[in-house]
């Protein structure tokens, strides 16, 4: 069976060699390079004992110094699975979400048409190079001159002239013996509607050679020199060559600069990315007249895990850079994301460099805010949040942006990010930037008290006793999910959504619930995060008498345990946040309306510290927070009134 021209190329651009060998191989960190792609592991084809195959992710390849064996993806599952080229193409075709062609009989006759097409495209470069240097291409040449591109610039970057002529460029390759069809099918050329010779896409403009990741001309773009005409840049149209959205400008050079370290810039246009690249900064691309895709920010990932977005200073720079993060979101994944470089207003790069030097661009970029930064300042910008209502716009707005955020450790982030920035902006902001000071009445006025230390307010006694209780359930939910999976299936929203103030508990939590669904979740926590972080939650005392934990597997129980904790951290949120908003409120006008709420707050918190256990079981609720057997309490006072704890534990005298 034959391929259709360009699919592994698409399979390729779309999987990642690291990925695929990792699966077989333990990387020998002290040598690899996650972020430039650059990975050392023992050779999977030879026994050794020292990291001698190397894989480069950026460039596709593998390759071992030891037995020299290399290849790409296809190569190596090949190998390690003992399959022919088809079926390895056909595992990663379903890893990567391509489907395999159909049977195409035509395929080599595409792949010949392909090869003409690159040559033709070649042909047109070095045509539109030459037409720059000629009489004709005078204006053009000025342009680039006041624009401050030198003549190794031109030359970098193959910078050409299509002149002002409706048939310039196809009587040349005509004259050339070039067959009609692949100047049209080049998308070099359109046909005359009045029945006349074709005419040519690209008249009057400075041309710019569009190449794929191999090197390879598929398009171009024209700038106008017309000040007058319709479209200021013209891209070529698609064709068997080129996919506006799965293309960069300036892929390959922005790749292999990367790789050496650089960081991966964004821009929106050829001027800026030529001027980025001539500034010192190699790894800059642009889109292709289009807002980025999701094929390019799959390639943008492929390049580098935090690629920087530098828009112009306007706003369709901001709105470009919104319609990123909504592209960005439901695809985020951990140690992949962007960040946003917003040029000066009425600035883009190209004019900043030459205003202010590569040292301003520099600044701009280590300024680069998070995705979360700019998700937040897009749903409060211009907007007045005086009432409650208006507050609950922005809470709902900004939980539909988070929920579609697929993995829930990054969901979890994201929402603690936006928490902090709520804080700041309803409450943080009475403090008149005293930052973390606190603030206590005296004689009717506000006054700052002194600074609250990181450490002090980091520890367990400044939490306060609420902070320890939602601690202990935390503990106590975990543990009960994990020696009761079974569970799971009826708990796993709550679960996953539960609050954790301990970063240990959230970092199980995040584990337990990715692997909620395989067939030992419990195992599957202890591989990721060791077998002592488990055996150390559940030795904890106020887990170890819960007896949901003491009888694994008693399904009953484990459900009343669960559904007793959760309630118990629910309603303990809702009194938080209650608190929280009567303090804001009680910085106005205090009123009767306060004090109910705080009241129904807490009425509802003590509902719920009473057992709700209506069946499987009568308890009550320790001094640590954690729910035990009324039967076993019982017990236990009856043996603490026979010990003498005066006379050493020694037994009571009768």
Not at 320 to 330: E, G, H, S
Not at 363 to 375: F, H
Request: glycine share 10%; with cysteine.
């Amino acid at each position: 069976m034959s391929l259709p021209p360009g699919f592994l190329d698409e399979l390729r651009s779309r999987t990642s060699l690291t990925q695929v060998v990792g699966r077989k191989v333990m990387w020998d960190q002290r040598k690899s390079n996650q972020g430039k792609g650059d990975m050392w592991a023992p050779c999977p084809f030879h026994h050794e004992k020292t990291a001698s195959f190397h894989v480069d992710d950026r460039k596709g390849f593998y390759y071992c110094f030891g037995c020299h064996a290399k290849g790409d993806a296809i190569n190596f599952v090949k190998e390690t699975e003992n399959v022919e080229f088809m079926e390895a193409v056909r595992i990663l075709a379903d890893e990567a979400g391509l489907q395999m062609p159909e049977r195409d009989p035509q395929a080599q006759q595409k792949a010949d048409k392909r090869t003409k097409l690159a040559e033709v495209m070649e042909m047109a470069v070095q045509h539109f190079r030459l037409m720059l240097n000629t009489g004709a291409g005078g204006p053009a040449r000025d342009y680039l001159d006041r624009r401050g591109l030198k003549q190794e610039t031109r030359d970098r970057f193959e910078i050409g002239f299509a002149p002002d002529g409706w048939q310039g460029l196809w009587d040349h390759l005509t004259g050339k013996g070039v067959a009609p069809d692949l100047i049209l099918g080049a998308g070099l050329a359109k046909p005359s509607s009045k029945g006349g010779k074709p005419y040519d896409v690209f008249r009057n403009r400075i041309m710019f050679p569009i190449r794929d990741a191999r090197g390879g001309c598929v398009a171009f773009g024209g700038r106008a020199m017309d000040p007058d005409d319709n479209a200021k840049y013209l891209n070529s149209p698609e064709t068997e060559l080129f996919d506006k959205g799965r293309n960069l400008y300036h892929h390959g050079p922005a790749r292999e600069a990367a790789g050496k370290g650089q960081p991966l810039i964004v821009a929106e246009g050829y001027m800026d990315v030529i001027a980025l690249a001539e500034a010192g900064f190699g790894a800059s691309v642009a889109p292709l007249g289009t807002a980025v895709t999701d094929n390019q920010l799959q390639l943008l990932w492929r390049i580098a895990d935090e690629p920087i977005i530098a828009l112009d200073g306007d706003k369709a720079g901001i709105r470009a850079a919104m319609r990123v993060i909504d592209l960005a979101l439901p695809v985020l994944e951990a140690g992949k994301s962007l960040r946003f470089a917003i040029m000066p207003e009425g600035q883009d790069p190209d004019d900043l460099i030459r205003a202010k030097g590569p040292g301003a661009v520099q600044k701009v970029l280590d300024e680069a805010v998070p995705m979360v930064s700019l998700l937040w300042q897009r749903e409060i910008e211009g907007k007045v949040f005086d009432s409650p209502e208006r507050k609950a716009a922005l809470d709902k707005a900004l939980r539909e942006k988070i929920k579609q955020i697929k993995d829930p450790s990054i969901r979890q982030h994201y929402g603690d990010a936006i928490k902090d920035m709520r804080w700041q902006l309803f409450r943080g902001q009475r403090s008149s930037g005293a930052g973390g000071r606190t603030f206590k009445r005296d004689g009717g006025r506000w006054k700052a008290g002194p600074t609250v230390q990181a450490h002090t307010k980091a520890s367990m006694l400044a939490g306060g006793q609420g902070a320890v209780e939602h601690r202990v359930r935390e503990a106590v939910v975990l543990a009960v999910a994990l020696v009761t999976p079974e569970v799971l299936d009826d708990f796993d929203y709550a679960i996953e959504t539960m609050e954790c103030l301990d970063e240990g508990n959230a970092r199980m939590r995040d584990v337990l619930m990715r692997n909620a669904n395989t067939p030992d979740p419990r195992s599957a926590v202890e591989n990721a995060l060791g077998l002592e972080a488990v055996e150390n939650l559940l030795r904890q005392p106020y887990v170890a008498i819960t007896p949901a934990v003491r009888n694994p597997g008693d399904m009953e129980l484990a459900r009343l345990t669960l559904t007793e904790e959760l309630a118990k951290l629910k309603t303990e949120r809702g009194l938080n946040a209650e608190i929280a908003e009567a303090e804001e409120d009680l910085l106005g006008v205090a009123d009767e309306a306060v004090t109910w709420r705080l009241g129904q707050a807490a009425e509802a918190r003590n509902n719920a510290l009473i057992s709700r256990q209506e069946e499987g079981g009568d308890f009550a609720v320790g001094a640590n927070g954690a729910p035990i057997d009324k039967d076993e309490r019982a017990a236990l006072d009856a043996l603490r009134d026979t010990i003498d704890f005066s006379r050493g534990g020694r037994p009571r005298r009768s």
